[in-house]
């Protein structure tokens, strides 16, 4: 059997017999609308890191968003600020090294992180085709995650990017968070055009380089934590329009990885 059939079997395997989480992400219907929008081949398997983040909660989940203080602008340079740093754990007189994400989330750095492997691997050799195929899928599933509002905004009483806790945005975001990770699958259920405006919102974007994917982050951050902020301020979901940009969004920033990465 060739490495892509097995690699097909195996992530329909993961998706058929693994429960996946709803909380803290678009759902999983979102999240292959976006990866089949981009050209993947499985899209489902866009929903994998969600499967994943759950084995190791609190070192994985904070790659799937960043806390962002309602009034941040996120630059480049900003994104560089909210990585990870190296730690050691003595665990029955053994050490471990473990990679500590910034507790405000990594989802910025994460993305560009991956992209700068899926850049690196040469694909002449065997191993390295199973190893695009799993950095694409979960590349995937963290633009998508990008794209998503609340993703980009205080949370319950954790510390913002900040250092400071937000209450009332924090607690907004905890109620809305599973709503606003199922509006799209709603338009999608019952607005007939949805796809024509979606391919008709889908931008041309361009990547040389990991700087032009850190621009691009930064914009489709920044209108995401203006959209939350608004529905906010609004007590509401996001609506139509909105989540039609940024899903298109999520989608033409996703074909430029791809594209750049081939």
């Known amino acids: ?15 058929l017999f693994f429960p996946i989480s709803i909380s803290h992400a678009w759902d999983c219907k979102t999240h292959a609308y976006i990866a089949k929008k981009a050209g993947i081949r499985i ?14 909660y609190d070192l994985l989940a904070p790659f799937h968003y960043h806390d962002a203080s309602p009034d941040t602008v996120v630059t480049p ?29 990594v989802l910025y750095w994460k993305i560009v ?53 937000y209450e009332k945005e924090g607690y907004f975001n905890r109620e809305y968070h599973i709503k606003f990770d199922e509006a799209f699958s709603h338009y999608l259920n019952t607005s007939a055009d949805i796809h024509i405006k979606i391919d008709n919102a889908i931008k041309q974007i361009k990547l040389s380089s990991k700087e032009d994917l ?12 203006k959209i939350a902020n608004k529905c906010y301020n609004e007590n509401r979901l996001p609506n139509e329009e909105e989540l039609i940009k940024q899903i298109s969004w999520s989608i033409s920033l996703l074909r430029a990885v791809i594209i750049s990465t081939n």
Do not use: W
């Open 1 to 15: 059997m060739r490495m892509r059939e097995k690699l097909k079997y195996f992530i329909v395997f993961l998706i």
């Open 43 to 56: 899209p489902e398997a866009a929903c994998m890191p969600d499967i994943i983040r759950d084995e190791n």
């Open 77 to 105: 340079e900003y994104i560089d600020k909210f990585g990870i740093k190296e730690a050691f754990l003595l665990v029955d007189g053994k050490n471990f090294r473990i990679s500590v994400p910034h507790p405000a989330g």
């Open 113 to 165: 992180q991956i992209y700068e492997k899926m850049k690196s691997l040469d694909r002449t050799k065997p191993d390295n085709v199973l190893a695009y195929e799993y950095y694409l899928v979960s590349i995937a599933h963290y633009i998508g995650d990008l794209s998503q509002p609340l993703h980009n905004f205080p949370y319950g009483d954790s510390p913002a990017s900040d250092g400071k806790m």
């Open 214 to 225: 850190k621009k691009e982050i930064s914009e489709i951050a920044n209108s995401a934590i």
